[in-house]
Nanobody, 123 residues
Framework: QEQLVESGGGLVRAGGSLRLSCAASGRIFSGNTLGWYRQAPGNQRELVATIASGGSTNYADSVKGRFTISRDNAKSTVFLQMDSLKPEDTGVYYC?????????????????WGQGTQVTVSL
């Protein structure tokens, strides 16, 4: 059974930090590249960071240098440390499978999604 449970979102002022967590079922987590996606109101979902099973990471240009993705394989959990947050980082954040290609994160059209966690960054 597939399961994704995201948590850690909240309201923060610009320049602040948040740490997101995602507990994934073994079927989704084990051996797969995982990523954090976000969807702002009125926008399509975008992939912002990925981490391969071996630990290599890729980031979208919009978050590079501010966000850090990590994973705990023993706990089937993926994290996203978000620093120097900006209002444009506002959205619902989801974790799910992803790919890496050419040093860039590549989204997948996953059929199952968790409920996500809301991040709101105010001025």
């Amino acid at each position: 059974q597939e399961q994704l449970v995201e948590s850690g979102g909240g309201l923060v002022r610009a320049g602040g930090s948040l740490r997101l967590s995602c507990a994934a079922s073994g079927r989704i987590f084990s051996g797969n590249t995982l990523g954090w996606y976000r969807q702002a109101p009125g926008n399509q979902r975008e992939l912002v960071a990925t981490i391969a099973s071996g630990g290599s990471t890729n980031y979208a240009d919009s978050v590079k240098g501010r966000f850090t993705i990590s994973r705990d394989n023993a706990k089937s959990t993926v994290f996203l440390q978000m620093d120097s947050l900006k209002p444009e980082d506002t959205g619902v954040y989801y974790c799910n499978r992803a790919l890496q290609f050419g040093g860039r994160p590549v989204p997948l059209a996953n059929g199952y999604w968790g409920q996500g966690t809301q991040v709101t960054v105010s001025l």
